[in-house]
């Protein structure tokens, strides 16, 4: 069965630092490009990273751009999220999710994860 | 930047109805238009792709329409499950603007 299970969220301070870590399992995992998609309480969806099948090309919306960091380790089958000098507006469930087609780059997202909370306050 | 509009914001239908929602990119996306439906509580789930290629194991009432600028998102006779709130995505680029459209909630009558 094809699964994405993320983990590492949590409350955190103003300015403070947290990992994301997101475990997929039943599918070639470095063939696709996987993406952070984040859902602020009540709020819409908000596309926040992504990053190709190789880990070489990585993308960041405006909000996140300097301050986030995304990656993979393919031989973990494992792509994280680093979130420094966090803010109170990157309060959100963030999900994970798997390209559509294999070696797309930009592509629809047929597989998400449970999504992990994270919330940003003093 | 690319920016995705849907629109109603809200719809209220019944169950049997036909249901027509809107999306609008600020410029041309060719086909690269995805359709999501989310429940209160759980992920997003894929019904679209490529503007009108249905995603396996997605119900044949579900069905997308358009290319270019304007698109649309058709259920052709609403069931008590597809009360939810559904979300276009573009996937043309990695634009900084808007990525999703804000939703369309569809509640019952």
């Known amino acids: 069965e094809v699964q994405l299970l993320e983990s590492g969220g949590g409350l955190v301070q103003p300015g403070g630092s947290l990992r994301l870590s997101c475990a997929a399992s039943?599918?070639?995992?470095?063939?696709?490009?996987m993406s952070w998609v984040r859902q602020a309480p009540g709020k819409g969806l908000e596309w926040v990273s992504a990053?190709?099948?190789?880990?070489?090309?990585?993308y960041y919306a405006d909000s996140v751009k300097g301050r986030f960091t995304i990656s993979r380790d393919n031989s973990k089958n494992t792509l994280y999220l680093q979130m420094n000098s966090l803010r109170a507006e990157d309060t959100a469930v963030y999900y994970c999710?798997?390209?559509?087609?294999?070696?797309?780059?930009?592509?629809?997202?047929?597989?998400w994860g449970q999504g992990t909370m994270v919330t940003v306050s003093s | 930047d690319i920016q995705m509009t849907q629109s109603p914001s809200t719809l209220s239908a019944s169950v049997g109805d036909r249901v027509t929602i809107t999306c609008r990119a600020s410029q041309s996306i060719s086909s690269w238009l995805a359709w999501y439906q989310q429940k209160p509580g759980k992920a997003p789930k894929l019904l679209i792709y490529k503007a009108s290629s249905l995603e396996s194991g997605v119900p044949s009432r579900f069905s997308g329409s358009g290319s270019g600028t304007e698109f649309t998102l058709t259920i052709s006779s609403l069931q008590p499950d597809d009360f939810a709130t559904y979300y276009c995505q573009q996937y043309n680029s990695y634009s900084p603007g808007r990525t999703f459209g804000q939703g369309t909630k569809v509640e019952i009558k």
């Open positions: 039943g599918f070639t995992f470095s063939s696709y490009a």
């Open positions: 999710a798997k390209g559509l087609i294999q070696k797309r780059t930009r592509d629809a997202f047929d597989i």
């Open positions: 990053i190709s099948g190789s880990g070489g090309s990585t």
